[in-house]
């Protein structure tokens, strides 16, 4: 071999050296390991179960509007969703982001300002609102009809927050998740119960015994949260989050989990 063949046989072997350098750098990235991930490989969903249609147990998996979207980010960052199942408090307190339980919170979680201070939220993904579950024919409409009256409520919620505030004279009742919460007004335990809407519709399809009484409009929006100053994945999220409403993914994933289309 010429002296000339060999340098140029070098060269080709650096470049190619470089060039592979340079792709497995790019596949890791988008395996997600810039993100410094909780475990790699996999993206963990806190979440707090049941809350169907967001997230619920369907055999051995878990399904759910909220488990097709942070889906949609696993797929982008090539790594599979993992959910972990655990008390809604810890989730909206932001201690499981903060001790690594999970790499996001995906929990039906309405975004408001004291959880902002303790978790960083994605852009808003869905509008949702409070509403009444009473036992079908009861003559509860409003908070003001439900005066010396038993209300339950979800520990740690937002229903919890408006409940404090509006439900005067009406007696407040804990439940640590919302089956519980909705035995307890099938069970007479108490007369009505109050959470997000779009879960309490979803329960009324399946029990016609009960109906939503009324909403009480607290405007409220869902975000996925991360732990406090994790901009690459909040970032990420939204970038999938956006694709999602611009190419019409968002749209089929919202028809096949509620009735009506989403709001413009
Ligand atoms: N949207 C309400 C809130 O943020 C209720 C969320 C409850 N979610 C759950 N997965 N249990 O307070």
């Not at 409409?141 to 229903?159: E, P």
């Not at 009406?170 to 779009?198: S, W």
């Not at 009480?216 to 901009?231: A, H, L, S, W």
């Amino acid at each position: 071999m010429s002296t000339r063949s060999a340098s140029h046989l070098i060269t080709t072997a650096a470049a190619l050296a470089v060039l592979v350098g340079c792709t497995s750098t790019k596949s890791s990235d988008t395996g997600g390991s810039t993100l410094d991930l909780v475990e790699p490989g996999k993206l963990k969903t806190c979440t707090h179960l049941p809350y169907e249609p967001f997230q619920s147990r369907k055999g051995n998996t878990v399904v759910g509007f909220d488990v097709d979207l942070v889906d949609l980010v696993a797929k982008d960052l090539k790594v599979k969703q993992e959910i972990v199942d655990t008390p809604f408090e810890g989730i909206q307190t932001g201690e499981d982001l903060n001790t690594r339980k999970c790499d996001l919170a995906a929990a039906g979680m309405t975004i408001t300002p004291v959880r902002e201070e303790n978790l960083d939220f994605t852009d808003p993904y869905f509008d949702a609102t409070q509403a009444l579950l009473v036992k079908k024919g009861a003559p509860y409409h409003s908070m003001a009809d439900l005066k010396g009256k038993k209300l339950g409520i979800q520990q740690g919620t937002t229903g919890e927050t408006y409940a404090k505030k509006h439900a005067t004279g009406v007696t407040t009742v804990e439940f640590e998740d919302v089956t519980l919460l909705l035995t307890a007004l099938k069970t007479g335990q108490v007369d009505a119960a109050i959470n997000d809407n779009g879960v309490l519709f979803e329960y009324v399809k399946k029990n016609p015994d009960t109906a939503v009484a009324t909403e009480f409009q607290t405007g409220e929006r869902y975000g996925i949260g991360v732990r406090t100053g994790n901009d690459k994945l909040r970032k990420e999220i939204n970038k999938v989050l956006k694709k999602s409403r611009a190419d019409g993914t968002y749209d089929r994933i919202y028809k096949k989990w509620f009735p009506t289309a989403p709001k413009k």
